[in-house]
């Protein structure tokens, strides 16, 4: 039986990482058996061209049906002043939460490679592999009320940051899970040191932790502590658990740890339906250019062979693919130091070249 992958490249840079991703499949079918086809459906700006809703109805019913969703990235300043729902951003929303995409796993793994890519000693980074778990369904993201309204002859802007019981819940099961799989810690942020919600957060994942999970490790810290641990010692966290825009921020935080935005992969995973995407945006600042880094959605099939497909050897066989070209020394200008400076399409032949390869070894 084939595998249908819905494949929405979206805007800026999306089209062009989602072109590698895709050959790397295409190899996967062809050298390795896997079964996978693939549609491909318009989101954000390019969904709001082509139809006037940013998640068209056409790509809701093609990402419904299928065994797992392609994302590439969305947004872009040319429709950065129109209606807040129909803006590329609220397509993305809008699929996550049709969805049901409430576990957004983002990993920081530390290539030995890229140590001198950071930003920070290569002391403190190297062995970095952590786990951000983002919710992202609901928090501030989604609560209500929301707008700009007016109000005593002033006008003032206002989100709702809350989280009900259960999905509190199923986020903390989820990470505690994650956790048994990895080396058993949690971490789990907020600001219950402020925020009534956080406090509930807090005693929601107390509780669970007791009833279900008291072999794995649990931790509390504060974002702000967090933000800065991230920097000081990232080598304390194996998984860390949080909410819709703190997962946001600290996952873009960690991508640094790493060398790039341009290598953090991400499994969006609801009950039924499941998305993946890199961590990064349309980085409109050099679309159309051929120089983005496709690591990221590369990974992110990876992932997805993992997570869904359940082809964890094929998964296994991306990953070393990766490690491979960067173990010859080809960067994206986004990794460069001094080594071979590759193309966005060239770093995805050369992925696509080492899996070939290993591919004839094999057999
Ligand atoms: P961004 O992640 O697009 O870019 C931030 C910086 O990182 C830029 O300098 C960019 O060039 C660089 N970068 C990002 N991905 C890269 C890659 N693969 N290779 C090399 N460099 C890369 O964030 P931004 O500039 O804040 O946002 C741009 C647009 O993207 C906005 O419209 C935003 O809403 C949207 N966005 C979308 C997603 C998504 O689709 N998941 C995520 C974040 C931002
Ligand atoms: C991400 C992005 C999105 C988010 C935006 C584009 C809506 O930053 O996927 O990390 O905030 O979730
Ligand atoms: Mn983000």
């Not at 993305?92 to 290539?111: E, H, T, W």
């Not at 609901?138 to 109000?151: D, K, L, M, N, T």
């Not at 953090?264 to 679309?287: F, V």
């Not at 099939?301 to 998964?315: G, H, P």
Request: charge should be negative.
């Amino acid at each position: 039986m084939s595998i249908n992958i819905a494949v929405l490249p979206g805007d800026g840079i999306g089209p062009e990482i989602v072109r590698e991703a895709l050959k790397v499949l295409d190899v996967l079918n062809r050298e390795y058996g896997l079964n996978a086809e693939w549609e491909e459906a318009a989101i954000g700006g390019v969904g709001y061209e082509e139809s006037g809703d940013p998640y068209p109805e056409v790509t809701r019913k093609l990402s419904r049906e299928a065994d797992a969703v392609l994302l590439g990235a969305v947004g872009g300043p040319k429709w950065e002043s129109l209606d807040k729902p129909l803006r590329p951003e609220a397509g993305l929303l809008g699929i996550r939460a049709d969805l049901g995409l409430f576990a957004n796993y983002r990993p920081a793994r530390v290539y030995r490679q890229l140590l001198d890519a950071s930003t920070l000693k290569p002391e403190v980074i190297d062995g970095v592999d952590l786990m951000v778990i983002r919710e992202l369904v609901s928090g501030v993201y989604f609560g209500q009320p929301r707008g700009i309204v007016e109000e005593g002859g002033q006008r003032k802007g206002l989100n709702t940051m809350s989280y009900t019981e259960a999905e509190v819940e199923r986020i903390a099961r989820t990470a505690f899970e994650t956790a048994r799989l990895r080396t058993g810690r949690v971490c789990s942020v907020d600001k219950a040191n402020v925020l009534d919600v956080s406090e509930f957060w807090r005693e929601i994942i107390c509780r669970v932790h007791g009833d279900e999970f008291s072999d794995v490790e649990l931790s509390h810290m504060y974002v702000d502590n967090a933000a800065m641990q991230l920097i000081r010692n990232p080598k304390q966290f194996d998984v860390i658990v949080t909410s819709n825009l703190f997962g946001d921020i600290l996952s873009d935080e960690a991508s640094m740890l790493t060398g790039s935005i341009g290598m953090l992969p991400s499994a969006s995973i609801g009950e039924r339906h499941a998305m993946y995407e890199p961590i990064h945006g349309s980085a409109p600042d050099i679309s159309g250019q051929n120089k983005a880094n496709p690591l990221a959605t590369v990974l992110s099939v990876s992932m997805m062979l993992k997570y869904t497909l359940n082809q964890s050897d094929l998964a296994d066989k991306v990953d070393a693919a990766v490690e491979a070209v960067l173990d010859d020394g080809l960067r994206t200008p986004d990794l460069a130091g001094g080594e071979q400076l590759v193309s966005c399409s060239g770093m995805g032949d050369a992925v696509c070249a080492k899996l070939e390869r290993m591919g004839a070894e094999q057999v």
